[in-house]
């Protein structure tokens, strides 16, 4: 998810007053933060009540455990059978390939989007270990792109591209905060006229409202509830450096091993092959990491830290490099979705395994950390990177202990392949 693909965000002329270029800007960045955050909402509220049909419904009817081996085998194939045949039929075919896809990108045609909604959607319900942030942003900037250029045809397309990029991320963590970060990452080096927070006027916006909606409409939270850390030491500081960045090398692995198993998939050639072979490898995962290694991971995250000193290293080993794998192969067989949220639970299960090989360590410091150093190496976002870590973290003393952590696990992942590849499938730097 290279920050490369966020779109430069327009400035206004230095012959005009900021004020009244600025002014005449918010009106569209709330149209497009509240609509961007409704079709998230609506997305995820439709999943989840699939999910619900599926992993709760269905089997009871049927008289099967949801979380026998057999139905998660039986849904996570079946998943891939019907996501295959949505690539395979649907006009756009859902898109283009996901592993060459960033968090953001070009604008897609708005013939794209149903198809690539409703392969979300299904890939979401279906227990599938990716999260809903690639395909949301892709459809938000399709459909803000297309509708902002009718309504508005004398504005910069790249204006509708980073107002709907900054209202998902808004929408999506609950918070304008990380689209700030994200678009302000995006903008360093960029060629543009005005301040910077000239520049990120209308984004913030956007976020803004994107958040805010998100708020009074659903209870987004990325609190783990973790123990506070009131008065860190030389010794949390250590265990920062050391988790973090032993955990960016574990993300490595499935940097490194992206390329060959996507190829491995491609080899196949046809969406009603790739994905149901896919759907099975994640079902056989699945069955042999149990429930919490299925879906995006965020709530099972929380169930997960919730029994923190409960989980024994073998168990949490597993669920880790489980998980890891799940990622990997859901990314690689053409599933749509994004990578992030699966990582969170991957960088958490691997702290805690840090935290139950030294118990000393605390849980805040050893979760946190984890999570940081495997987004640092998933994602290669820095800002969101620290942010979610932070906010998993949720204790101001943390911050300052991520940040310095941040540092030797950026070096260990920084001119390393990407968890995402270019056209032809080789793995970006």
């Known amino acids: 998810m290279a920050t490369d693909h966020a779109p430069p965000t327009p400035s206004p002329p230095t012959d005009e007053a ?26 995820s509220a439709l999943a989840e009540k699939f999910q619900h049909v599926l992993w709760n419904d269905l089997p009871d009817a049927l008289d099967i455990g949801g979380h026998s081996s057999l139905w998660i085998i039986s849904v996570l194939t079946a998943a891939g059978i ?34 690539l909604l409703l392969a979300s959607t ?21 459909l803000a792109f297309w509708l902002g250029r009718k309504a508005a045809p004398t504005l910069p397309g790249a204006f509708w591209v980073s107002l709907a990029s900054a209202a998902t991320i808004g929408a999506l963590f609950g918070t304008p905060v990380a689209a700030a970060l994200v678009i302000s990452e995006a903008l360093v080096g960029r060629p543009g006229r005005g301040s910077l927070w000239d520049r990120l006027f209308a984004p913030l916006v956007a976020a803004g409202a994107g958040s ?10 990325f609190d783990m509830d973790l123990p506070p850390l009131t008065d860190p030491g030389w010794d949390d500081l250590l265990a920062a450096l050391a988790i973090a960045s032993v955990a960016a090398l574990f993300g490595l692995a499935a940097c490194y091993l992206f390329p060959s198993v996507h190829a491995a998939f ?20 699945g069955a042999l990491g149990g429930h919490l290694t299925l879906f995006k991971g965020l709530d099972e995250v929380e169930e997960l830290t919730s ?12 669920l880790a490099v489980v998980k890891l794998a799940a990622l990997l192969v859901a990314a690689s067989c053409g599933f749509r979705g994004g990578r992030i949220f699966p990582a ?9 395994l840090a935290q139950a090989l030294v118990p000393e360590v605390h849980p805040a410091v050893a979760v946190s950390s984890g999570v940081l150093g495997v987004l640092l190496a998933t994602t290669r976002q ?5 942010f979610v870590a932070a906010v998993i973290a949720d204790s101001p003393a943390m911050l300052a202990l991520l940040c310095l952590a941040s540092l030797p696990a950026w070096l260990v992942v920084t001119g390393r392949p990407q968890l995402e590849l270019d056209e032809q499938g080789n793995a970006l730097h």
């Open 18 to 43: 900021p004020l009244r270029v600025l002014l005449p800007q918010v009106l569209p960045a709330l149209a497009v933060g509240v609509g961007a955050a409704l079709l998230f909402l609506g997305i």
């Open 82 to 115: 019907a996501v295959g045949l949505v690539i395979w039929k649907v006009p756009g075919h859902a898109g283009p390939d996901p592993a060459a896809m960033g968090l953001g990108g070009p604008p897609l045609a708005p013939g794209i989007v149903p198809g």
């Open 122 to 142: 299904l890939t979401l319900a279906g227990g599938v270990s990716l999260g809903p942030e690639n395909p949301i942003i892709a459809a938000n900037i399709a």
């Open 212 to 221: 805010m909606t998100t708020q009074l409409l659903a209870e987004p939270s």
């Open 266 to 285: 491609r080899r196949l050639r046809h969406p009603m092959l790739m994905l149901p072979a896919g759907g099975l490898v994640l079902g056989l995962l």
């Open 307 to 318: 029994s923190i000193g409960g989980w024994s290293s073998g168990e949490l080993a597993k």
């Open 344 to 352: 969170v639970f991957v960088g958490a299960a691997f702290g805690m």
């Open 382 to 386: 820095g800002w969101i990177s620290l």
